[in-house]
């Protein structure tokens, strides 16, 4: 069974940081696209940034772009999203998903997610 759980959520003021952290049961590196999604109330969930399998090439929602940064530890099987410059807008709660072979915007393409970690910014 595969296991994503997230961590890092809070409560911030616009202009700040948080990192999120996703903690995998499989290994991230060689064969699952790893990527973050958001879904604030009474919208639908979005992609926000992904990476591929096997490579460090990583594609961002043009929102987020130059503000947050994906990465992962391939020796701790851990995915993270640096977020600064935090907006309003930013507010959600934040998934770590998880597919087998190249990545997908839809989420619909994702098979694993985790419960979710909320992040909300103040202005």
């Known amino acids: 069974q595969v296991q994503l759980v997230e961590s890092g959520g809070g409560s911030v003021q616009a202009g700040g940081s948080l990192r999120l952290s996703c903690a995998a049961s499989l290994d991230i590196y060689r064969s699952y696209c790893m990527g973050w999604f958001r879904q604030a109330p009474g919208k639908e969930r979005e992609g926000v940034a992904m990476i591929n399998p096997g490579t460090s090439s990583a594609s961002y929602v043009d929102s987020v772009k130059d503000r947050f940064t994906i990465s992962r530890d391939n020796s701790k099987n851990t995915l993270y999203l640096q977020m600064n410059s935090l907006k309003p807008e930013d507010t959600a709660m934040y998934y770590c998903?998880?597919?087998?072979?190249?990545?997908?915007?839809?989420?619909?393409?994702?098979?694993?997610w985790g419960q979710g970690t909320q992040v909300t910014v103040s202005s």
């Open positions: 998903a998880a597919r087998f072979s190249w990545c997908s915007w839809s989420p619909s393409q994702l098979r694993y």
